[in-house]
């Protein structure tokens, strides 16, 4: 982590504060950070409102440098930034996306009560664990022909579920319907598809998890009718992104961009934050590569969440279409994408990063899916380990304030290093037993690193969303087993 930031921070309301462009040299916007007054000083602490400004210079950005409450420090743009870029004369930037593309998160409903399920949570989560690989470097279960993760990469969920691995309806509940037209794999090297072959259908590891969950309170009873969400139901959500594969494309592009920056002469504070204009060949390229790497990810979770509704199968003795698993909603938090937003009073195709950050769509926006149309896009905020998660949706006021963006999760505050040195496993453990969860992890060194307390409290940053207007809560989910990575 980088040292406490002490620049300057203007309060514009409760909700929002400032840092206004004239700090840093080449800024062409202000800062824009969205928390309260106890996050804020939770927030610059690691110096990552610095990364907002840096994010601040870039050529073609406009309105602001944003970042949600869950910010943190990243490479080159903060976690929970937000940034929209010029199509004609701006630029994109690897940094603003991430090494994990399309790292995201998948929510499944079942019409299982709390009850039904509680006894048989740890034969579930075991039986997870056998169907889906988990950790630093493990293999995929299924062997691709060869070319097919050409396939893969062009037509992501498609190709999924077209080779059987879930249900046609999936498609329709999948941000972009799980594929990302702009895929051209031609633009992947040998070495991202080499690593990324024996990985699809894998969950890795990290602050990847399987989790079977309690929905413990609802607070909007009209979107969680729509979104098939009832207190008390059992629903499963999968986390995870597009492992080596993605983590190559980023590399290689990285390198890419260090070159354009001084071809096409653009200044930055931060070399992290290296790019190219968006309609260059070397933007057009990356934009291509980054789209694969998504589609790799939706398909990723498309392998999984077929392999987590044969384990309830196995383990609760019915079909998956008769305990009602169906999708509700898969949205990425490490992206780009080319999006309509109105701009000075006219509709204007811009490049939204958002990296460690949620598209929140509000109610009427034709990338919705039509049976969520009239409530606005379901927005998926997971907890770290032994916290609850939460179902937002997206709202008008989010479209004006920050592009149709939330946060994604709680947002570290402890490096992962630092969690190692600074927590006990057996307390861990202690502690979450307690709680009535049940967790299996790939090794130790995972549950040190995901203790809860290395993570904001995640109640407060969604609360701070909420109250932002960025987006408004539906449900609350409470772990009852998790499967880490």
């Known amino acids: ?26 800024m062409r916007v202000n800062g824009r950070i969205f928390a309260d007054e106890d996050l804020i000083r939770s927030i610059v602490q690691d110096n990552a409102p610095e990364q907002v400004a840096n994010v601040a210079t870039l050529p073609g950005i406009i309105d ?76 995929a279960k299924i062997k691709l022909k060869r070319g097919e993760l050409n396939k893969v990469l062009d037509r992501g969920v498609r190709w999924a579920v077209e080779e059987g691995y879930g249900w046609d309806e999936d498609k ?65 959500m999968i ?20 070159r354009a920056v001084k071809k096409y002469s653009i200044n930055l504070p931060d070399k992290q934050l290296a790019c190219a204009p968006f309609d260059s ?14 589609n790799y990810a939706w398909t990723n979770r498309q392998l999984i969440l077929h392999w987590v509704r044969e384990s309830f199968e196995n383990i609760m003795d019915e079909k998956a279409e008769d305990m009602g698993m169906d999708v509700v909603y898969d949205v990425c938090h490490n992206i780009a994408k080319k999006e309509k937003h109105r701009v000075e009073n006219r509709k204007k195709d811009v490049v939204i990063h958002r990296k460690g950050a949620t598209r929140a769509f509000a109610p009427g926006r034709k990338e919705v899916p039509k049976i969520y149309r009239d409530i606005g896009q379901p927005v998926i905020i997971p907890g770290d380990m032994g916290t ?18 939330t946060c994604h999760g709680a947002g570290r505050v402890m490096s992962r290093t630092g969690a190692r040195r600074s927590f006990n496993l057996n307390k861990i453990k202690s502690d979450l037993s307690s709680k009535g969860i049940y967790v299996r992890a790939a090794t130790d060194k995972v549950l040190l690193e995901e203790s809860p307390e290395a993570y904001k409290e995640i109640d407060r940053v969604v609360e701070v969303t909420h109250n932002a207007g960025l987006s408004k809560i539906v449900a609350k989910m409470v772990p009852m087993g998790v499967m880490k990575g």
């Open 281 to 294: 060949k070397e933007g057009q390229d990356y934009f291509a590569a980054m789209s694969c790497g998504a």
């Open 388 to 405: 609850a998660s939460y179902l937002m949706r997206g709202r008008k006021l989010s479209m004006k304030r920050a592009w149709g963006s």
């Open 239 to 258: 986390h995870t992104g597009s492992r080596g594969c993605g983590h190559q494309i980023a590399s290689d592009y990285i390198k890419n961009m260090e």
């Open 64 to 139: 602001a440098s944003m970042a949600m409450p869950d910010i943190h420090w990243g490479y080159g743009f903060p976690i929970g930034g937000v940034a929209a870029l010029d199509v004609d004369e701006g630029v994109i930037s690897p940094g603003g996306v991430g090494y994990d593309i399309n790292c995201g998160v998948r929510l499944v409903r079942t019409e299982l009560s709390f009850d039904e399920v509680k006894p048989k949570v740890k034969a579930l989560v075991d039986e997870f664990y056998k169907n889906v690989p988990a950790g630093v470097g493990k293999k």
């Open 172 to 236: 329709k509940r999948i941000e972009d319907n799980g594929m990302m037209e702009e895929a051209d794999p031609e633009k992947v090297s040998m070495k991202a598809k080499q690593r990324g072959e024996p990985q699809l259908g894998t969950l890795g590891g990290g602050n990847h998890f399987l989790e079977i969950q309690k929905v413990d309170k609802i607070f909007d009873e009209e979107a969680a009718k729509a979104f098939g969400i009832e207190e008390g139901m059992v629903t499963v």
């Open 1 to 26: 982590m980088a040292r406490r930031w002490d620049g300057p921070l203007d309060k514009k309301d409760d909700y929002v504060y400032e840092i206004p462009s004239s700090y840093l040299k080449g």
